[in-house]
């Protein structure tokens, strides 16, 4: 794709997701878009066909930023235990500053978490395979002591996927994605587990 066509496209969808964050999804049409970014309606319609379409490019937008954050994790020379802290604490901040950052959108994507999850499907395959890399590093380096590995990362992602709903209600309830408080209780738990040690 020619870097015009792809710069004119970014900017359509990151005016969309400033409007939707500001006053919603729902009171933003396409005319707003189109002129808040400059654009004529024609050249709005030639990359998206609807608002729909849009919406769906805007989560696409917030998700490549959570994987390229976590994949950055996954680069980095460290040993695998802590590669796993650090994408554990990337990933709930990475989502945390998202969701923060997008204003009203929030309310849309509570009311519509089908959409969101029917969306972010290849951003969870790809966030499985970050995960059982640094799993498959730990076994490794003789760090992690996990017979299988991809049921591992299936029940980690599942735990992560399932602390995101209460740590983003956190989050708009007055505490900050950068509060590290919540990260370090999970990352706690999980190198620590609930049972006293010896």
Known sequence: MPEVVVKTRDRLIEVARLLFARIGVDNTTMNDIAVASDKGRRTLYTYFKSKTDI??????????????????????????????????????????????RNGTLRAKFFRDLHRVESARKAYDKRDFNVLLSILQEGIEQNIFNISDPVR?????????????????????NGFSPSDSSQVNSVIDLLFNGIKKHK
Do not use: C, F, H, W
């Not at 591992?152 to 209600?169: D, N």
């Open 55 to 100: 919406y769906n490019a805007v989560i696409q937008s917030e998700l490549k930023i959570l994987y390229d954050s976590l994949e950055a994790v996954a680069k980095k020379d460290l040993p695998a235990d802590e590669k796993m802290v650090e994408y554990i604490r990337i990933r709930m901040e990475s989502t945390g500053k998202v969701v923060y």
């Open 152 to 172: 591992a990362a299936i029940i980690l992602q599942s735990l992560m996927k399932g602390m995101e709903i209460p740590y983003i209600r956190g989050i708009i």
